[in-house]
């Protein structure tokens, strides 16, 4: 062999070895859970126990943790460095969070607080109780607060302006059970339940508070009316598609003008989880309430925001928690945390205290919730 010739096979052994490692560091080793079944471990980084378990929500966005308490809300870095902290206290804080929007409310209290990612935004004092609440992608904020004998709808602006108000009437409207709002507080839409004659309806009624509802004196859009079922889950998929979940039907709403019912699913079995993710709704089904030829129990159903079946599959036993984020979700059971997309598990995880929460920090690392506290830990081949 020449010289020449011994060089340049060299040459394509040492670019082969490069190419190998190339793929191998930047592709396979970081995701290697695809080319071994899937099986993965936490390895802990920090782990802490909750004073108060009572009191702690959390949140993470942008590669922040987000702390609320009965005490305030604070921002921390992933090693745990402290970036800001707004102090108050509420009785009875609940924590509703939109991307890099946050409200802190005092549910059956009278004040609510709201942040974005970069800190605190506004500060709301009402003179009642205070029942529901939620809050848009952009900001925008809604508080339903109970009065004698009716309920107030207020919206706010991110800036803290009131930008619309709404009274309804127990015996007129019956009792709000849900209420959420499109990204941009535009449209709202609310679940009420009554009772008459022994006989159970709900009304599902839109608005808007935009050029479509300004012809309206009530902003009213319009509404459908379910008899005999309960609504408490209603959410926007995007601004004009909603899904509404009742206990005996599932409908899928398109809001472009005046609502109109896309899509309406009967269903006979229990409804034990409800997740959401890159505009699909993820379903849990437990056991039938009516002899069904098709039974969904322990199965796991992904709609559309249109209402079409994208992924259904027997899920593992004893579901905990569905738990979606932008563009996968995750099955939690007591032993186990599975992360899925549609019609695929990417991964698999044992762990060893039942969690109810799982969030990703950044690609590897992740903040698992548990009952008495919280563990920051990356992923692991096996």
Known sequence: MKARDRITLQTILIAIIIIVAVVYIFFIKPNYYYFNGGKIFFDPVYT????DKKTLEIYAYNQSLFFSSQNGLKKLTINRES?????FYLENPKLFTEDK??????????EAYTFDDKGYLMSVKVESPIVLADISAEGAFALVLEEEGKHLIQLYKRDGELYAERATNFAADGYPVAIDLSSTGEKMVTSYLSVKDGVIKTTIAFFSFGTKGELDPD???GGFIIDDAIAPEIKFLDDDHLVVVSDKTIYFYYIKDTPKLETEIKIKNEIDQIAYFKENVIIYFGKQMEVSKKDLNNKIVVYSHEGELLDEYDAPDNVTHLIGNDNNY????PKTIEYHTIRKKIWEANIGNEAKNILKITKDKFIIVYEQGYEITKIKDI
């Open 101 to 110: 929007y946050m409200a802190v409310v005092d549910l059956g209290g009278k």
């Open 219 to 221: 902003n009213n859009l």
């Open 83 to 87: 970036i800001w902290d707004k102090v």
């Open 48 to 51: 802490e126990k909750f004073v």
């Open 330 to 333: 995750y099955v939690i059971t």
